[in-house]
């Protein structure tokens, strides 16, 4: 499958969800993919200044033109995500991206069950907590050098997972993980695709040996200890709160 995003800003003036910038976009990402059409093209970020209205029909005026053959989104909001299937003639969304981990829940609120009724599937990011499931970092110590918490530009994006508290949580699971003959990468990725309205969860290998020891999880079961063992490792640390955007309000805007 062949995808791609719209949102984040291009250039200094190309940006957003409006019908310029969907049609704009995805012309341009047709041309630096080589191809006349992706399987799935993704609205990364919900746009508080552009209509949900005008994104819907964009949107589905690129699928009637088979320059996509499908439309998804990723980390919008329950009701950003409602709003988008009432628009009258509109194609329907068929997956969400949304960040889902053992640690961070929120997703299973609203999200999943939303998404569940109305045939929607996740492709679901950071399924290891950006590398913190992995067990590789421990509390007190600095990460290993390199590692994506000690890199400057990726980093930036590891704060919520890398307190002591949180570190230390993940340490529990280790012996978890042993008594059950897997490996913390392997637990941790058979954890998130455990839930049926999970199509797919996007690993960031950059290694070969990565990639084989991810796929790894493909097809594994957890015992029900095993899940309650990891419930109880991470109930203090765990977010289970709902569903919200991030990056942008998480307002709803329709045309007037």
């Given at each position: 499958?062949?995808?791609?995003k719209?949102?984040?800003?291009?250039?200094?003036?190309?940006?957003?969800l409006?019908?310029?910038?969907?049609?704009k976009?995805?012309?341009?990402s047709l041309?630096?993919?080589?191809t006349?059409?992706?399987?799935?093209?993704?609205?990364h970020?919900?746009?508080?200044?552009?209509?949900?209205e005008?994104?819907m029909e964009?949107?589905?005026?690129?699928?009637?033109?088979?320059?996509?053959?499908a439309?998804?989104?990723?980390e919008w909001?329950?009701?950003?995500?409602?709003?988008g299937?009432?628009?009258?003639?509109?194609?329907?969304?068929?997956?969400s991206?949304?960040?889902?981990?053992?640690?961070?829940?929120?997703?299973?609120?609203?999200?999943i069950?939303?998404?569940?009724?109305h045939?929607?599937?996740?492709?679901?990011?950071?399924?290891l907590?950006?590398?913190?499931?992995?067990?590789?970092?421990?509390?007190?110590?600095?990460?290993?050098?390199?590692?994506?918490?000690?890199?400057?530009?990726?980093?930036?994006?590891?704060?919520?997972?890398?307190?002591d508290?949180v570190?230390?949580?993940?340490q529990?699971?280790?012996?978890?993980?042993?008594?059950?003959?897997?490996?913390?990468?392997?637990?941790?990725l058979?954890?998130?695709?455990?839930?049926?309205?999970?199509?797919?969860?996007?690993i960031g290998?950059?290694?070969?040996?990565?990639?084989h020891?991810?796929?790894?999880?493909?097809?594994?079961?957890?015992?029900?200890?095993?899940?309650?063992?990891?419930?109880?490792?991470?109930?203090?640390?765990a977010?289970?709160g709902?569903?919200?955007?991030?990056?942008?309000?998480?307002?709803?805007?329709?045309?007037?």
């Open positions: 499958m062949l995808a791609t719209v949102f984040f800003p291009m250039t200094e003036t190309d940006s957003g409006s019908r310029e910038q969907i049609h976009q995805i012309d341009a041309e630096r993919l080589r006349d059409y992706v399987d799935l093209y993704q609205c970020r919900p746009d508080p200044d552009t209509s949900i005008e994104t964009a949107l589905t005026e690129v699928c009637e033109a088979g320059k996509a053959r439309i998804g989104f990723s909001t329950v009701g950003q995500i409602a709003a299937l009432e628009v009258p003639g509109a194609r329907k969304w068929v997956s991206q949304p960040q889902y981990n053992a640690i961070w829940r929120a997703p299973e609120a609203e999200l069950p939303f998404c569940a009724e045939g929607i599937s996740q492709i679901v990011w950071s399924p907590a950006q590398g913190v499931l992995a067990g590789k970092y421990k509390p007190g110590e600095q990460p290993p050098s390199d590692s994506r918490a000690a890199s400057d530009s990726m980093g930036w994006a590891m704060d919520r997972y890398m307190s508290d570190l230390g949580a993940v529990r699971l280790v012996p978890i993980a042993e008594g059950a003959g897997l490996t913390m990468v392997e637990m941790a058979a954890w998130v695709l455990r839930e049926p309205n999970i199509a797919s969860a996007i290998a950059s290694r070969p040996e990565q990639v020891a991810n796929v790894a999880a493909s097809g594994i079961e957890l015992s029900q200890d095993v899940l309650d063992a990891i419930d109880a490792a991470l109930t203090d640390v977010v289970t709902p569903q919200l955007a991030n990056f942008v309000r998480p307002g709803v805007k329709h045309r007037d």
